[in-house]
């Protein structure tokens, strides 16, 4: 703890938080990370199942499959958070489910679901939008700037 947090405790403080650390259970740091690891692999896996059968069964290029297969994880994700069984499965993996399109469609869905007594408009909307605005507008803004560069190295090459 750095000195100037330390200063603004009193003994009284200090000594508690010294006993509290003392009690409390140490972290499952292997298990976390294993469950993670092996939900997060087992996300990316079936991306990568859903992706071939664009590419095996309806004839996809590698290129044009991958829209489809992140709709598809996309979907699923919100599917699953509407019923609460991706809770329970992030509940149980940790940040295994952060795996980015899923993760963030789940937070989405959330947003959503938990606001739905304000008002599509209001509540829905507007508080799913709060998450999702800024990931929407840097991903505007990055798009716009690569293809600035892009124009320009274009132009000068």
């Not at 200063?7 to 000594?15: I, N």
């Not at 938080?17 to 092996?38: G, Q, T």
Request: proline share 4%.
């Amino acid at each position: 703890m750095p000195d100037q947090k330390r200063k603004k405790l009193t003994p009284v403080q200090l000594q508690y938080k010294e006993v509290a650390k003392r009690h409390e259970p140490p972290r499952p740091l292997l298990r976390n990370f294993s469950r993670a690891f092996l939900v997060g692999g087992l996300i990316c896996l079936i991306g990568q199942g859903i992706q071939e059968m664009f590419i095996r069964v309806f004839h996809f290029t590698e290129k044009t499959a991958s829209s489809p297969t992140v709709a598809v994880l996309i979907f699923s994700s919100v599917l699953l958070t509407g019923f609460g069984v991706y809770d329970r499965i992030a509940q149980w993996a940790g940040a295994g489910t952060a795996v980015p399109v899923t993760g963030f469609a789940n937070s989405i869905a959330s947003a959503a679901i938990e606001h739905r007594s304000e008002g599509y408009v209001l509540g829905v909307g507007g508080n799913m939008f709060k998450l999702a605005g800024s990931v929407i507008v840097f991903g505007v803004f990055a798009a716009f700037v690569i293809g600035i560069v892009k124009t320009l190295i274009k132009m000068g090459g």
